[in-house]
């Protein structure tokens, strides 16, 4: 499985940005989302969506952010509205497969500068 994420970038404090990450492979997918990690802190999760169409976010950022899917499968999105400073990190995107596999992919940087 691999996953392809894209969208980071800079941006100014109350600006906007889309990530996206899609997964290759034929796989049955239970759930996806975006974990993020800022310089010397641990790894953090943002938020995911099931295959159902759950969804679950940090505190941090609800209200904020938005994950959303095409369909059953992928690509999954992460809108981010309102961005703040603090937001600042490497998202990474997450899967976790039907036979409760977990993978990762490579990280894409978001920089807010305020």
């Known amino acids: 499985v691999q996953l392809q994420a894209s969208g980071g970038g800079s941006v100014q404090a109350g600006g906007s940005l889309r990530l996206s990450c899609a997964a290759s492979?034929?796989?049955?997918?239970?759930?996806m989302g975006w974990y993020r990690q800022a310089p010397g802190k641990q790894r953090e999760l943002v938020a995911t969506?099931?295959?159902?169409?759950?969804?679950n976010y940090a505190d941090s950022v609800k209200g904020r952010f938005t994950i959303s899917r095409d369909n059953s499968k992928n690509p999954v999105y992460l809108q981010m509205n309102s961005l703040k400073p603090e937001d600042t990190a490497v998202y990474y995107c997450?899967?976790?497969?039907?036979?409760?596999?977990?993978?990762w992919g490579q990280g894409t940087q978001v920089t807010v500068s305020s």
């Open positions: 492979g034929s796989i049955f997918i239970n759930a």
């Open positions: 997450w899967v976790v497969t039907g036979n409760m596999n977990h993978y």
């Open positions: 969506i099931t295959t159902g169409g759950r969804t």
